[in-house]
Nanobody
Framework: QVQLVESGGGLVQAGGSLRVSCAAS????????MAWFRQAPGKEREFVAA????????DYADSVKGRFTISRDNAKNTVYLQMNSLKPEDTALYYC??????????????????WGQGTQVTVSS
């Protein structure tokens, strides 16, 4: 079964750090762009970060630039999101997603055809 499973979420104080992981299984994802999205209560799901299949290209939402780092280990079929200097407004359910090969912008949810169940990140003030 092809699936993405997120882990590593939790409760952290403002200013702290957390790393969430996304383990892919069922096939290799080394040629897929992978991304993290998040959804806060009462808000739309939004793009956070993306990384190309070979890891050389990354893209970040303005709100997380300089604080979050996306990376991947294709040997482990795993994608990571290192989150530093966390703020209460970073509180959300964080989703991992695998992009299809359609020519759709990486920041667009419709570009992704496989999603994980999400991991909760809560930042206390």
């Amino acid at each position: 079964q092809v699936q993405l499973v997120e882990s590593g979420g939790g409760l952290v104080q403002a200013g702290g750090s957390l790393r969430v992981s996304c383990a892919a299984s069922g096939r290799t994802f080394s040629t897929n762009t992978m991304a993290w999205f998040r959804q806060a209560p009462g808000k739309e799901r939004e793009f956070v970060a993306a990384i190309s299949g070979n890891g050389r290209n990354t893209d970040y939402a303005d709100s997380v630039k300089g604080r979050f780092t996306i990376s991947r280990d294709n040997a482990k079929n795993t994608v990571y999101l290192q989150m530093n200097s966390l703020k209460p407004e970073d509180t959300a359910l964080y989703y991992c997603a695998a992009k299809s090969f359609l020519p759709i912008a990486t920041t667009t949810q419709g570009a992704y055809n496989l999603w994980g169940q999400g991991t909760q990140v809560t930042v206390s003030s």
